[in-house]
């Protein structure tokens, strides 16, 4: 089965320091990763994706994320986090169902805390 | 892109009862899904609506819980029927645009509906 882990279930970083938040991913065949993020009371936002080539993906908000196939892991950062980047930061794989169509399975999400 | 809305936003209801939750997106979608949130948690695929046939439920869900609408390529509806306080949950709604490659195709959510039944 595919599927993505998020091993931390929350990271607190300081305003100004640089940020990770954590994904490693189990799929058969090409992955197709993607980063949402989701603020109080909000839908998800789409901050990045991998389908291919690059292995840094640059996104919204001054994410950016690394593909690496060798650690089977898409890792999110941000080279200066803001007190605003609070929120809670999901990674996907998106896969095929039975059905035919394509949708995204989910990490159980990270919580992200910024501490002015 | 697409933007996509739910009605209600929120809502109480008793045990027993049902609700019906909206989706409306601005412009025609191939896909629309439905997602159920539990507080604090990840997102777990409760179904496919296909647009004039039967929606597609994924292993834990069916459709006498929790039957779907997809009249047309921009409207669904999601009912949780006979809810039980297990119900309670944000349901989220959401939609996959097209392009020339499935690699290309991009899925956005609705602001959900967050439910709590006493």
């Known amino acids: 089965a595919q599927s993505v882990a998020q091993p931390e279930d929350q990271v607190n970083v300081a305003e100004g320091n640089p940020l990770t938040v954590k994904c490693t991913y189990s799929?058969?065949?090409?992955?197709?990763l993607f980063w949402y993020v989701q603020y109080p009371n909000r839908g998800l936002q789409f901050l990045l994706k991998?389908?291919?080539?690059?292995?840094l993906v640059k996104g919204s908000y001054g994410f950016e994320a690394e593909f690496n196939k060798s650690q089977t892991s898409f890792h999110l950062k941000k080279p200066s986090a803001l007190v605003s980047d609070s929120a809670l930061y999901f990674c996907?794989?998106?896969?095929?169902?039975?059905?035919?169509?394509?949708?995204?399975?989910f990490g159980k999400g990270t919580k992200l805390s910024v501490i002015p | 892109s697409a933007v996509i809305s739910q009605k209600p936003s929120r809502d109480i209801c008793q045990r027993g009862t049902s609700l019906t939750i909206q989706c409306q997106v601005d412009?025609?979608?191939?896909?629309m899904f439905w997602y159920r949130q539990q507080p604090g948690q990840s997102l777990t695929l409760i179904a496919t609506?296909?647009?004039?046939?039967?929606?597609?439920?994924e292993s834990g869900f069916v459709i006498d819980k929790f039957p779907i609408s997809r009249p047309n390529l921009t409207f669904s509806t999601l009912t949780v029927s006979n809810m039980s306080p297990e119900d309670s949950s944000i349901y989220l709604c959401?939609?996959?645009?097209?392009?020339?490659?499935?690699?290309?195709?991009?899925?956005?959510f609705g602001p959900g509906t967050r439910l709590t039944v006493t």
């Open positions: 609506a296909n647009q004039g046939s039967e929606a597609t439920y």
């Open positions: 959401s939609a996959l645009t097209s392009g020339r490659h499935y690699t290309s195709y991009e899925q956005y």
């Open positions: 996907a794989v998106r896969v095929r169902s039975g059905a035919g169509s394509y949708q995204l399975t």
């Open positions: 799929v058969s065949g090409n992955p197709y």
């Open positions: 991998y389908i291919t080539g690059d292995n």
């Open positions: 412009s025609q979608v191939t896909m």
